[in-house]
């Protein structure tokens, strides 16, 4: 009951998705190109386990992250996708956090006017209360030291939400916000990407101890780096909208030194 099953997935973007969307300011801007994306994806994520996602650039990978979290410019044209007994695909985004669920955008947005420590704030009281009450004292250093374990500057909780960040910051404050919210079911969509070694350590340690509460992840990469500080359950491969292949990091080394163009070669046959 508590794993994140997804079955037969077919996923498709509106093509009136070219039309940009007031929508795009929070969400991030949806592939400008309608038709099928994802083309029956089926996987299973245990509470606890990491699965990382990796394929090459268009293959579905940031598709699956958003539909998993309620994006609207995605329709689902089949199959199913449950969490905690519950039917994930008919609740809204913010019932889906409620439940658990926690999205690390891949490009996160800039919110003009937000302050990033009132965003933590709201944020945490749309998804823990009243279950899990907190004084604005004990948020407020609760927040503090984890945003020191993440080499996040105080400061950076009293500037608007991302606005001005550093591709750098903006990926340590995606990681702060879950974190604090602790979900017990977290999608990162390559929030390694504009790390440095330094940074992408600290982030990893973060995301461990989150696993240590039996936290379930699905991560996804380009790069097998991060996984050396990860240690993943299960590493998959999409190509067109699938998943083509399974397996440990092995996969994932050999993906390094040998890229995709066996997958791709089959996908075209």
């Known amino acids: 009951m508590n794993d994140l099953v997804i079955k037969n997935l077919y996923v498709s973007v509106a093509k009136d998705a070219s039309t940009p969307s007031p929508l795009d300011d929070a969400w991030g801007t949806p592939p400008r190109t309608g038709g099928e994306i994802l083309k029956g994806v089926t996987l299973t994520i245990k509470r606890g386990e990491v699965h990382v996602l990796m394929g090459p650039n268009g293959s579905g990978k940031s598709t699956l992250a958003m539909t998993l979290m309620g994006h609207p410019a995605y329709t689902v044209m089949k199959g199913s996708v449950m969490y905690q007994g519950k039917n994930v695909l008919k609740l809204a985004p913010e019932a889906r956090a409620k439940l658990g669920m926690f999205l690390s955008f891949q490009h996160p947005v800039e919110a003009p006017g937000v302050p990033f420590g009132v965003f933590l704030r709201d944020a945490y009281e749309s998804v823990k209360l009243p279950k899990r009450p907190i004084s604005v004292a004990a ?58 070694v330094d940074a992408m350590r600290t982030v ?39 998943i083509v292949a399974s397996g440990d990091r092995k996969l994932a080394m050999s993906i390094e030194r040998r890229g995709y163009y066996s997958y791709l070669s089959k996908e075209r046959l």
Do not use: W
Request: charged residues 25%; without cysteine; positive net charge.
């Open 139 to 196: 948020f407020d250093m609760m927040v503090a030291g984890k945003a020191a374990t993440l080499g996040l500057a105080y400061t950076a909780l009293a500037r608007n939400l991302n606005e001005g960040f550093s591709g750098g910051e903006k990926k340590r404050a995606e990681i702060l916000q879950m974190s604090v919210l602790e979900p017990s079911m977290a999608i990162l969509d390559e929030t390694d990407s504009g790390l440095d």
């Open 204 to 242: 990893a340690r973060e995301i461990t101890a989150l696993r240590s509460k039996r936290t379930g992840m699905l991560v996804i990469t380009h790069y097998q780096r991060i996984l050396k500080y990860l240690q993943p359950d299960v590493v998959h491969v999409m190509v067109g909208g699938r």
